[in-house]
């Protein structure tokens, strides 16, 4: 059963960059065609699909947040990471990731989320 | 895609039959999952492909429709069932979610 496990600081400054990982578990993240993607949601409010990185290394993300966001993935370390810069308050939220069922849309596995707050 | 989903909460009573809508922005077939979300946890899928459970989701959920207008029904709500539903479409990227509905006890 695949685990995913997100981590980085829960505090980030205005103008900065959001920098997290998400750590798989139970899975090789470079094995099977699974497309490993990054959610958010702010404070009481849904959810938002920031982007995916399929296990060959192309990424794909959203229009609205493509100009800052960078999803990469560390096969050494079954690992994969989101960088999101020039942050504002408005990037205030949970940030989840997240692996689909190998159809590239649906999400069978979720971390837990981590909370990250943009504030000086 | 836009999704719609209605109502944004409601309240219900334990063994009541509960039904929430989703209506999306264009057609988008059957494309449609929901999703249950406890406070402070993550989403569980529930339904895929409009009307498709997922593995272990009681059967008490679920699933109808095509093309703009979806429902996911709850046929005898059970204590653990109060959370807050999304729906999500897998027609085209950039994924989609509704913006949710909250059931609450009554």
């Known amino acids: 059963q695949v685990q995913l496990q997100e981590s980085g600081p829960g505090l980030v400054k205005p103008s900065q960059t959001l920098s997290l990982t998400c750590t798989v578990s139970?899975?090789?993240?470079?094995?099977?065609?699974?497309?490993w993607s990054w959610i958010r949601q702010h404070p009481g409010k849904g959810l938002e699909w920031i982007g995916y990185?399929?296990?060959?290394?192309?990424?794909y993300y959203s229009p609205s947040l493509k100009s800052r966001v960078t999803i990469s993935i560390d096969r050494s370390k079954n690992q994969f990471s989101l960088s999101l810069s020039s942050v504002t308050a408005a990037d205030t939220a949970v940030y989840f990731c997240?692996?689909?069922?190998?159809?590239?849309?649906?999400?069978?596995?979720w971390g837990q989320g981590t909370l990250v707050t943009v504030s000086s | 895609i836009q999704l719609t989903q209605s109502p944004s909460s409601l309240s219900a009573s334990v063994g009541d039959r509960v039904t929430i809508t989703c209506r999306a922005s264009?057609?988008?077939?059957?494309?449609l999952a929901w999703y249950q979300q406890k406070p402070g946890k993550a989403p569980k899928l529930l339904i895929y492909?409009?009307?498709t459970l997922h593995s272990g989701v009681p059967s008490r959920f679920s699933g109808s429709g095509s093309g703009t207008d979806f429902t996911l029904t709850i046929s005898s709500l059970d204590p653990e069932d109060f959370a807050t539903y999304y729906c999500?479409?897998?027609?085209?990227?950039?994924?989609?979610f509704g913006g949710g509905t909250r059931v609450e006890i009554k």
């Open positions: 997240a692996r689909d069922d190998s159809s590239g849309y649906v999400f069978p596995y």
């Open positions: 139970g899975g090789s993240i470079s094995s099977g065609g699974y497309y």
């Open positions: 990185i399929y296990f060959s290394g192309i990424a």
């Open positions: 264009q057609g988008i077939s059957s494309y």
């Open positions: 492909t409009a009307s």
């Open positions: 999500q479409q897998l027609n085209s990227y950039p994924l989609t």
